[in-house]
């Protein structure tokens, strides 16, 4: 169950990477009110986005270029895309490889097992005990 959690996890946070920046670049012709609800939606999102300080203190002094700028600076990147793709390709290689972990075990492991335990599965790694319960094999 943890292998599976863990994988789970590993597979999430390499698709959250993958996601593209905050605020996505957004058309230079919005009237001022819409840039200004766009910038001040995204600023509130993730404030540490560069620009947003200067937004906060001086908006009622922006002009068409500070927009401009403030798109420019925040927009999606190929640097973006391409540590997405690295994430995913990590995250895939974590879980792949715990997936992998069952054929990784000693043949000596599963034999010593097989001999102790009649009821050993080598797929899990467990046997069935006098008390009804599946137990890991410790040998």
């Known amino acids: 169950m943890k292998k599976l959690f863990a994988a789970v ?69 190929v640097g973006n895309f391409a540590s997405g793709l690295f994430g995913f390709v990590i995250g895939a290689a974590v879980a792949n490889g715990l997936n992998n972990s069952n054929e990784n075990m000693s043949s000596s492991h599963v034999a010593r097992c097989e001999d102790a335990y009649r009821s050993y599965n080598s797929r899990t790694d467990q046997f069935l005990g006098y008390d009804g319960k599946y137990h890991y094999c410790n040998l």
């Not at 986005?49 to 922006?62: A, I, S, Y």
């Open 9 to 77: 996890i590993a597979t999430a946070l390499a698709g959250a990477m993958a996601l593209p920046a905050p605020a996505s670049a957004a058309s230079f012709n919005m009237n001022s009110g819409s840039q200004e609800r766009y910038v001040q939606q995204q600023c509130n999102m993730h404030p540490n986005l560069r620009g947003c300080d200067d937004w906060h203190q001086n908006r009622h002094h922006w002009s068409k270029n500070n927009y401009q700028d403030w798109y420019r600076w925040n927009r999606p990147t």
